[in-house]
Each structure stands twice: as structure tokens, then as C-alpha cells.
């Protein structure tokens, strides 16, 4: 069992962070002594009952909060804001409704700087990854949760980020879409490897993603287990069905669900 790992190479680094809260005047500790390494390229999931941190510490990598004491680093540099480098997707799409797919897409490229023409023909490239080429036109109120989702991934994936923070973004959509969602997000990241970080509460998608599960427990949040997936990629179907998927999912699994306080 390994809490935590330290890698040569690592494009993150999450050092002893401990971030507390101040609930009603009592202090809460939402992450312990968190440190995690992961490496270039890595698709990394988080895994943990609700409440353990997950959130947390995903806004920490995100830049959009920070440790009370420790640190994250991305390439070396402490995080202290949000960067291009890093795509950031959550379970609430977030996409903005009074524009088009394509404009949604779009709209990240313009910030950096693209001009007219390139923004197309980038956010067309996205989009017809994703396999929303037909819906470019349309609005977001006329997209299933699956396309919106979708759309969010083409969106982070058009400026390029070479790290990807998704925090449950299968996460309110049926098991069926999530599956389709999730062979898509692996192809996707086969043919063009970025480094992610995936959270999740589902179990069989967090093995099913990943080369390695971190397992988090509650109160306070920590690193509880971290498990390697051994399983070659492209992950199939068949992978979902075998012993060697089901053994490390009823790992993970006791790991979530028979935490020791
Ligand atoms: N801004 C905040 N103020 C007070 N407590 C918070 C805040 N954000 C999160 N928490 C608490 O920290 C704990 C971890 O939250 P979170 O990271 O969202 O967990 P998870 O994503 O694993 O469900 C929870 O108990 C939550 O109530
Ligand atoms: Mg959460």
C-alpha cells in the first residue's frame, strides 16, 4: 500500500497540502497532509466517498484556491493561479448558453489570441472530435447533458492545455452516455496524450480510466491507497469483463468503501 509517490519527472507535485476551512469558528480540515505526484502524460483518477476533499483539491491544482500550508506545483512552479496550461472541467458544464457550440468552443481561442480564421478551423476540428459536428449551430439549451459535456471537452481540449483537471464530469449524466463519454475521453488521450487528473465516485470508471486510482479518505481528507491499473490501453469492453478488471475493482472498492477511521 503507497500513500503517497514521488516522481523524478513529475508534472505535478502536490506537497503536504493542508487546507482547513473555518466552519462557525471551529477549524475544519478538509485536506490533511495531501502529497501526490503525477507523472507527464499520466491519467491519473481520484476516487473517494463525498466529502473527502476531492473538490478541494482539485481547486488547489486548478488555482482557484489555495493550501493553507504545503504546495502544488505544476512543471516546478507553485500554483497560484489559474494557467492556460491547465484545462479545467467540471460536472456543471459551464458552457455559455447564449452561444453556439462552435462560439463556445471558440471562445477559449480568442482569448490567446487566435485570429478569425484559425479559431474555426480549430474549434471545428474539436468539435467534429467530440462528434458534434452536426450540432456546431446550436445552442446549448438544444444538446443533451452528454453533448454539453461533450462541448466542455472540445472547449478545454481547442486551447491546448497539456494537463486536463476534470472534476466528476460524467458525473449527473445515465450510465450509458457516461460509458460512450468515457471511451471517447481515452481515445481522445490516446491519440493525443495530455496529463489528467480525473475525479470521480464511480468506482468501475475510475479503474476503467486510469494508470493509477488514488483512493482518498475523509475526515480529515488524505491519500488512503494508491492503486497501479496494470491493463494495457486501448481499455475495451471485454477489459470491463475480465478477472483482472474485476480484482482491482473490488480493490478499490474496499479501499473506498472499508475505510478505517
Ligand atoms: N468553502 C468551504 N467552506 C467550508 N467548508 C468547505 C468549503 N469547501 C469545502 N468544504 C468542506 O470540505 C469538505 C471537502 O469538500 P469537497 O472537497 O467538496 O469534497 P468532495 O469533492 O470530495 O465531495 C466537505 O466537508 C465540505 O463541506
Ligand atoms: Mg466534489
Given at each position: 500500500?503507497?500513500?503517497?509517490?514521488?516522481?523524478?519527472?513529475?508534472r505535478?507535485?502536490?506537497?503536504?497540502?493542508?487546507?482547513?476551512?473555518?466552519?462557525?469558528?471551529?477549524?475544519?480540515?478538509?485536506?490533511?497532509?495531501?502529497?501526490?505526484?503525477v507523472?507527464d502524460n499520466e491519467f491519473v483518477?481520484?476516487?473517494?466517498?463525498?466529502?473527502?476533499?476531492?473538490?478541494?483539491?482539485?481547486?488547489?491544482?486548478?488555482?482557484?484556491?489555495?493550501?493553507?500550508?504545503?504546495?502544488?506545483?505544476?512543471?516546478?512552479?507553485?500554483?497560484?493561479?489559474?494557467?492556460?496550461e491547465r484545462g479545467?472541467i467540471?460536472?456543471?458544464?459551464?458552457?455559455?448558453?447564449?452561444?453556439?457550440?462552435?462560439?463556445?468552443?471558440?471562445?477559449?481561442?480568442?482569448?490567446?489570441?487566435?485570429?478569425?480564421?484559425?479559431?474555426?478551423?480549430?474549434?471545428?476540428?474539436?468539435?467534429?472530435?467530440?462528434?458534434?459536428?452536426?450540432?456546431?449551430?446550436?445552442?446549448?439549451?438544444?444538446?443533451?447533458?452528454?453533448?454539453?459535456?461533450?462541448?466542455?471537452i472540445?472547449?478545454a481540449y481547442?486551447?491546448n492545455p497539456s494537463i486536463l483537471l476534470m472534476?466528476?464530469?460524467?458525473?449527473?449524466?445515465?450510465?450509458?452516455?457516461?460509458?460512450?463519454?468515457?471511451?471517447?475521453l481515452l481515445?481522445t488521450w490516446s491519440r493525443d496524450k495530455r496529463t489528467v487528473v480525473f475525479?470521480?465516485?464511480?468506482?468501475?470508471?475510475?479503474?476503467?480510466?486510469?494508470?493509477?486510482?488514488?483512493?482518498?479518505?475523509?475526515?480529515?481528507?488524505?491519500?488512503?491507497?494508491?492503486?497501479?491499473?496494470?491493463?494495457?490501453?486501448?481499455?475495451?469492453?471485454?477489459?470491463?469483463?475480465?478477472?483482472?478488471?474485476?480484482?482491482?475493482?473490488?480493490?478499490?472498492?474496499?479501499?473506498?468503501?472499508?475505510?478505517?477511521?
Open positions: 500500500m503507497t500513500a503517497t509517490t514521488q516522481l523524478a519527472d513529475a505535478i507535485s502536490v506537497r503536504h497540502v493542508r487546507k482547513t476551512f473555518d466552519l462557525k469558528g471551529e477549524e475544519f480540515v478538509a485536506l490533511g497532509d495531501v502529497s501526490l505526484d507523472a483518477t481520484v476516487v473517494g466517498p463525498s466529502g473527502c476533499g476531492k473538490s478541494t483539491l482539485m481547486n488547489i491544482l486548478a488555482g482557484l484556491d489555495m493550501p493553507s500550508s504545503g504546495e502544488a506545483l505544476v512543471d516546478g512552479d507553485a500554483v497560484t493561479g489559474p494557467g492556460p479545467v467540471f460536472q456543471q458544464y459551464a458552457l455559455f448558453p447564449w452561444l453556439t457550440v462552435r462560439k463556445n468552443v471558440e471562445f477559449g481561442l480568442k482569448t490567446a489570441g487566435l485570429n478569425a480564421k484559425d479559431r474555426r478551423e480549430k474549434a471545428e476540428h474539436f468539435i467534429d472530435m467530440v462528434g458534434l459536428g452536426q450540432f456546431a449551430d446550436a445552442l446549448p439549451k438544444m444538446l443533451s447533458g452528454g453533448m454539453k459535456q461533450r462541448c466542455a472540445a472547449r481547442a486551447v472534476d466528476e464530469p460524467f458525473g449527473a449524466l445515465d450510465a450509458l452516455t457516461r460509458v460512450k463519454l468515457q471511451e471517447q481515445d475525479i470521480t465516485h464511480d468506482v468501475d470508471e475510475a479503474v476503467y480510466l486510469a494508470n493509477r486510482v488514488v483512493v482518498m479518505a475523509a475526515r480529515p481528507g488524505r491519500i488512503f491507497e494508491i492503486v497501479d491499473v496494470d491493463l494495457p490501453y486501448p481499455r475495451t469492453e471485454e477489459m470491463r469483463l475480465s478477472p483482472e478488471f474485476a480484482a482491482l475493482r473490488n480493490r478499490v472498492w474496499n479501499a473506498v468503501y472499508h475505510q478505517n477511521p
